[in-house]
């Protein structure tokens, strides 16, 4: 059962109405064979369904990617990738599906489309959620980051963690690099 945190604590027990869904897809180029020790092993342990995929075909494969992404995700996810290039391996996907309710609303009207970076050359609208008033912010100069803190209704709590765009991240091997 997931961990949550809660204003009293870590918690084992999720209340009914803050249930997370997870779930990890891992499509694999049918061309390849795979060692049935590794398939069980991701089953098993990491929950993970595995789907051998034809990424020769690009829209066989994106077809594929995307009825099991929607039917694994109910719905909620309909396509899983714009491109699939026919040299791809494997596509693996996890998703966390929430159905709570934020203590505090958003108001639908102040939500509008704003481009989010995919990558340093692709961006996306994205619908993006505004709400004015206070929140449990913190800057982590050393960590190039900031923390910020949005309680549910169910006593649980979102926490994102978002990096600084303008400072670049730790580099590998330095010290301010390790949590």
């Known amino acids: 059962m997931p961990t949550t945190v809660s204003s009293s604590g870590p918690s084992c027990r ?5 249930q997370p869904d997870t779930g990890s897809l891992l ?11 590794f398939v069980d092993t991701a089953q098993s342990l990491d929950h993970t369904e595995v789907f051998l995929t034809p990424f020769g075909n690009n829209q066989m494969a994106r ?10 995700t109910h719905g909620k996810i309909g396509k899983l990738a714009q491109e699939l290039k026919p040299d791809t ?5 996890d998703f966390i599906l929430f159905q709570g309710k934020w203590k505090i609303l958003f108001d639908p009207k102040l939500t509008e489309l704003r481009p989010f970076p995919v990558s340093e050359e692709v961006t996306v609208l994205v619908p993006t959620m505004q709400r004015k008033g206070w929140f449990q912010f913190q800057c982590f100069d050393h960590r190039h980051s900031f923390i910020f803190q949005l309680p549910y209704s169910c006593d649980s709590t979102t926490v994102f963690i978002l990096p600084d765009p303008g400072r670049p991240g730790p580099q590998r091997g330095s010290d301010e690099g390790e949590f």
């Open 14 to 18: 999720v209340p009914a109405e803050c």
């Open 27 to 37: 499509f694999v180029d049918q061309k390849h064979n795979l060692v049935r020790k």
């Open 63 to 72: 077809d594929q990617t995307d009825h099991f992404t929607r039917e694994q």
């Open 89 to 93: 391996v494997l596509v693996l996907a």
